[in-house]
């Protein structure tokens, strides 16, 4: 991707690795994780749909509503390694089907205990920089849900 940015997330899990791979590509899991960071981030968090098809190629697919709008998230798995390195392309409206966002999960076993090192890279083109912080704030939120997520019995 010419002239891109990357906004970086690293965040310590207590969930093990495996764990926190499937939460990513489950559509049930995400539902409830990702509606709750939405929730966390001021918006209502209700997701309308949530579909994965979890193979290299395999697209995704998910909405939630906005002020009376859907929301759509969309892109296609381009790496999958489990329970390693989760890679697929992130876009957000039909403009930027075309230069979508690379996202990049590594997940790897912490070193100073049982659960992970979760380390996200969002590539992104540089124009959108500005919203680098947010963009950060947001994964982090997402992976902070993932963590509530798994710890529920």
């Given at each position: 991707?010419?002239?891109?940015?990357?906004?970086?997330?690293?965040?310590?899990?207590?969930?093990?690795?495996?764990?926190?791979?499937?939460?990513?590509?489950?559509?049930?899991?995400?539902?409830?994780?990702?509606?709750?960071?939405?929730?966390?981030?001021?918006?209502?968090?209700?997701?309308?749909?949530?579909?994965?098809?979890?193979?290299?190629?395999?697209?995704f697919?998910?909405?939630?509503?906005?002020?009376?709008?859907?929301?759509?998230?969309?892109?296609?798995?381009?790496?999958?390694?489990?329970?390693?390195?989760?890679?697929?392309?992130?876009?957000?409206?039909?403009?930027?089907?075309?230069d979508?966002?690379?996202?990049?999960?590594?997940?790897?076993?912490?070193?100073?205990?049982?659960?992970?090192?979760?380390?996200?890279?969002?590539?992104?083109?540089?124009?959108?920089?500005?919203?680098?912080?947010?963009?950060?704030?947001?994964?982090?939120?997402?992976?902070?849900?993932?963590?509530?997520?798994?710890?529920?019995?």
């Amino acid at each position: 991707m010419a002239d891109t940015v990357e906004a970086k997330v690293t965040h310590k899990s207590p969930a093990r690795a495996a764990a926190i791979y499937d939460a990513w590509l489950d559509p049930r899991q995400i539902r409830l994780w990702m509606g709750a960071a939405l929730k966390q981030n001021g918006l209502a968090g209700e997701m309308l749909a949530c579909g994965t098809d979890p193979v290299v190629g395999g697209a995704f697919l998910f909405t939630d509503r906005r002020d009376g709008q859907e929301a759509r998230h969309w892109g296609h798995y381009r790496h999958l390694d489990r329970p390693r390195k989760i890679v697929f392309t992130w876009i957000t409206s039909d403009a930027a089907a075309n230069d979508p966002s690379k996202v990049t999960l590594i997940i790897e076993p912490d070193p100073d205990g049982p659960g992970a090192v979760v380390t996200l890279y969002h590539e992104m083109l540089a124009k959108w920089d500005e919203h680098r912080e947010r963009t950060e704030r947001s994964w982090r939120q997402m992976l902070e849900q993932v963590d509530v997520l798994l710890a529920k019995p």
